[in-house]
């Protein structure tokens, strides 16, 4: 299903004959690289395609991992990078005082 950007949310599907688990997390993922890259211009188009997909559901068999939900793990990576950025700034700025 294209979505305007170039992307297509249909899953190949000669690889999901193969490793289903593993394609599906690894698609998932990079939705997810994508929309947290240091380029803002492909963001919206990520979340589009994340939204389109929806919940991934991935069976780890009897581990703890988890497969995030895209579109929810793009906003949670750039909340922590703001925190973290702003943060920085506030230890660089009592460490060197302008001036």
């Given at each position: 299903?294209?979505?305007?950007?170039?992307?297509?949310?249909?899953?190949?599907?000669?690889?999901?004959?193969?490793?289903?688990?593993?394609?599906?997390h690894?698609?998932?993922?990079?939705?997810?690289?994508?929309?947290?890259?240091?380029?803002?211009?492909?963001?919206?188009?990520?979340?589009?395609?994340?939204?389109?997909?929806?919940?991934?559901?991935?069976?780890?068999?009897?581990t703890?991992?988890?497969?995030?939900?895209?579109?929810?793990?793009?906003d949670?990576?750039?909340?922590?990078?703001?925190?973290?950025?702003?943060?920085?700034?506030?230890?660089?700025?009592?460490?060197?005082?302008?001036?």
């Open positions: 299903m294209p979505d305007g950007s170039g992307w297509t949310t249909t899953w190949p599907s000669p690889y999901n004959q193969v490793e289903p688990n593993r394609v599906r690894e698609m998932n993922a990079v939705v997810v690289a994508v929309g947290v890259r240091p380029a803002p211009e492909l963001r919206p188009a990520a979340k589009r395609v994340a939204a389109a997909i929806g919940k991934v559901e991935v069976d780890h068999g009897q703890g991992c988890r497969t995030p939900d895209a579109a929810s793990y793009i949670k990576v750039l909340a922590y990078r703001s925190r973290r950025t702003t943060r920085a700034s506030a230890t660089t700025l009592s460490r060197h005082p302008p001036g």
